[in-house]
Nanobody, 124 residues
Framework: QVQVVESGGGMVQAGGSLRLSCVVSGRISRYAMGWFRQAPGKEREFVSAINWSGSSTYSANSVKGRFASSRDNGKNTAYLQMNSLKPVDTAVYYC??????????????????WGQGTQVIVSS
């Protein structure tokens, strides 16, 4: 059973930075890693993803140039670096692992294993 555990959330002022970490039990190198978020009253949305080797990354338009995915397969860990945070980035952030087949990196259906989420609050 693959387990996914996020950490690194918290409260930060607008313009600040946070780095989320995601530890995966088992061999992370098999999986693409995705980050999604869900704000209160809104549907879960794609944020960023990285392929199994780290050679390709993908980001939602709303976070391009501010957020970046990375990974260290030797540590079974993926990261989401978030810079220039805005109040609209406030949400619960979820890490997910999956074997990307036909649905694409930005589709939640591509990910079989999900973490419990970590809260990010950006104050103005």
């Amino acid at each position: 059973q693959v387990q996914v555990v996020e950490s690194g959330g918290g409260m930060v002022q607008a313009g600040g930075s946070l780095r989320l970490s995601c530890v995966v039990s088992g061999r992370i190198s098999r999986y693409a890693m995705g980050w999604f978020r869900q704000a209160p009253g809104k549907e879960r949305e794609f944020v960023s993803a990285i392929n199994w080797s780290g050679s390709s990354t993908y980001s939602a338009n709303s976070v391009k140039g501010r957020f970046a995915s990375s990974r260290d397969n030797g540590k079974n860990t993926a990261y989401l670096q978030m810079n220039s945070l805005k109040p609209v980035d406030t949400a619960v952030y979820y890490c997910a692992a999956g074997l990307i087949l036909n649905d694409g990196y930005d589709n939640s259906r591509s990910y079989a294993y999900w973490g419990q989420g970590t809260q990010v609050i950006v104050s103005s």
